[in-house]
């Protein structure tokens, strides 16, 4: 089986990251906190100028982008599958990494960088722009592990969609989508076959 795997928000737990570190850079630059925060991505939606939001990617996008640690169990069962004979192709629509510019490539090396940081194995990456359609029929996936409720509805049609749970994607359901709650829970839905 061919397996999609979305990045930011299944191989880590970015929400819980841009939640405290946006509250922090909100206190320390006398901005309105969000009110909208069970939102996907509310840090863009709010009364922030876009400045405001590069300034924040800037001062704490790196950080995560290298340093935030997987999921728990996220290499064990990517490393199971793997061994069990599964293809495990990462999808990531993460900020600039499509682009040929000089801050896509910075974006590439620090997903590569990561994945050896924390020896994640896989068997290829594809750098997409959401939602994913092209490059999940090309590279013909069986399921897709995805967060985004923006990207999760328009591939439902294309593939079979493991939702990893959070708050901004409680709302989603429907054909094709099956909701996770953890690493373990996506290991017994595909080697059990309750997709």
């Known amino acids: 089986m061919n397996i999609g ?6 191989l880590t737990n ?37 400045e405001d939001v590069e300034k924040y990617r800037e001062e704490y996008f790196d950080s995560y982008a290298e340093n935030y640690p997987p999921r728990l169990f996220a290499k064990e069962v990517i ?34 960088d990561w994945l050896e940081k924390y020896n994640i194995k896989f068997d290829k990456i594809v750098f997409a722009i ?4 092209d490059e999940l029929k090309e590279n013909e ?32 359901s429907g054909k094709n989508v099956i909701r996770v709650y953890c690493w373990y829970d996506i290991y017994d839905k595909i080697v059990n076959n309750k997709i």
């Open 5 to 10: 795997i979305d990045f930011d928000g299944v």
């Open 14 to 50: 970015d929400e819980e990251y841009i939640m405290a570190t946006l509250y922090k850079y909100c206190v320390e630059h006398n901005l309105e906190m969000p009110t909208d925060n069970l939102g996907y991505e509310f840090r863009k939606k709010e009364c922030w100028s876009m």
């Open 141 to 172: 996936i069986d399921v897709m592990i995805e967060d985004s409720p923006i990207t999760i509805p328009q591939i439902t049609d294309t593939v079979k969609v493991l939702c990893y749970d959070d708050r901004y994607n409680r709302h989603i």
């Open 79 to 112: 490393d199971k599958l793997r061994q069990m004979g599964h293809r495990i192709i990462l999808i990531t629509g993460r900020n600039n990494t499509p682009f040929d510019t000089p801050k896509g490539e910075m974006r590439r090396k620090q997903i590569f």
């Open 130 to 133: 959401p939602p994913k359609i």
